[in-house]
C-alpha cells in the first residue's frame, strides 16, 4: 500500500469544489484539478478514472472539509487532461481492453501536483496564458447530475504513452524474450514481471503501449479477447 496521498494546501479550499462561471478563472481552477489528480493517480497507480466512480475519492469528496466536486465537474477536469494529453477516453473496444478505439491519444504529463496556497483568481492570469482551449465549450455536453453522457471514463497517462511502450520493450529486452509469445498476463502479473513498473499495469492501458509497439513494428498482437498473446521483434 503506498503511503497517504500529501494533498497540497489549495485542496481545502472551498471554491476549488464548485465549477467557476468566468472563464479565465474555471480554466485556472480545471488546471489545478488536473495537476492534482495525475499527481493523485500517479502515487496510486490508478491507469483508468470514471467519473462517476471518482466522484467518491478523497480526491474530489473531502469530508474534513465537507464539500466534493460533482460528477459534472469531475467530467470537466477529465476534459481539461484529455485536451492537456495527460489522458485519453475509453470506448468500446478499449473498455475491454482492445487495441486502438480510444480517442485523444495521451502525449504527456503537465508537471507538478500544483501543491501552494493561493486564490483561483491569482492562478487565473498564468494558467489563462498557457491555455489554448477552455473546457467550457464542452458544458453541455458533460451532462447534469451525473447523467448518462458518453465519454466518462479515461485512461489516465502519468506516465506518457510512449513512455510506457518504452517501459514494456525495455522489460522484453533485458528478459530476453524477444521472438517468445507472452499472454498479456505475463506480461503484468507474471513473476519475471516482479519488481517492474508493469506490473500491476491495467490490461486496457497495456494493450494501448502494445498498440504504440505494434505501429512500430516492435510487436504482434493475436488471438481472441479472453486468450491474448503478443510477440515482439
Known amino acids: 500500500m503506498p503511503d497517504p496521498f500529501p494533498f497540497p494546501a489549495h485542496h481545502s479550499h472551498p471554491a476549488l469544489y464548485t465549477l467557476q462561471p468566468q472563464p479565465a478563472t474555471r480554466a485556472a ?7 492534482l489528480t495525475t499527481a493523485y493517480c500517479a502515487h496510486q497507480r490508478i491507469f483508468r478514472l470514471d467519473a462517476a466512480r471518482a466522484a467518491e475519492w478523497p480526491l474530489f469528496d473531502n469530508a474534513a472539509l465537507g464539500r466534493r466536486l ?3 465537474g469531475v467530467r470537466a477536469v477529465l476534459v481539461r487532461m484529455v485536451e492537456s494529453g495527460d489522458a485519453e477516453w475509453v470506448t468500446g473496444s478499449s473498455s475491454s481492453g482492445g487495441i486502438a478505439g480510444v480517442t485523444g491519444v495521451g502525449a504527456g504529463l503537465i508537471g507538478g501536483s500544483g501543491g501552494g496556497g493561493g486564490s483561483l483568481a491569482d492562478s487565473a492570469t498564468t494558467t489563462a496564458t498557457t ?3 477552455t473546457p467550457t465549450t464542452r458544458e453541455g455536453k458533460l451532462g447534469g447530475g451525473g ?3 458518453k465519454e ?3 485512461f489516465v497517462w502519468w506516465r506518457a504513452l510512449s513512455a510506457w511502450a518504452k517501459l514494456v520493450e525495455e522489460w522484453v529486452d533485458n528478459a530476453g524474450l524477444k521472438n517468445t509469445v507472452l499472454t498479456l498476463y505475463e506480461l503484468t502479473q507474471g513473476d519475471a514481471a516482479l ?3 508493469i506490473h500491476g499495469m491495467d490490461p486496457g492501458a497495456l494493450r494501448r503501449a502494445l498498440d504504440v509497439l505494434v505501429k512500430r513494428g516492435k510487436a504482434q498482437v493475436f488471438g ?3 486468450s491474448l498473446g503478443v510477440k515482439f521483434f
Open 195 to 197: 519488481g517492474t513498473e
Open 70 to 72: 460533482g460528477v459534472d
Open 224 to 226: 481472441s479477447e479472453d
Open 131 to 133: 491555455t489554448t482551449t
Open 29 to 35: 481552477q480545471l488546471a489545478l484539478w488536473a495537476r
Open 147 to 149: 447523467g448518462a453522457g
Open 152 to 154: 466518462r471514463e479515461v
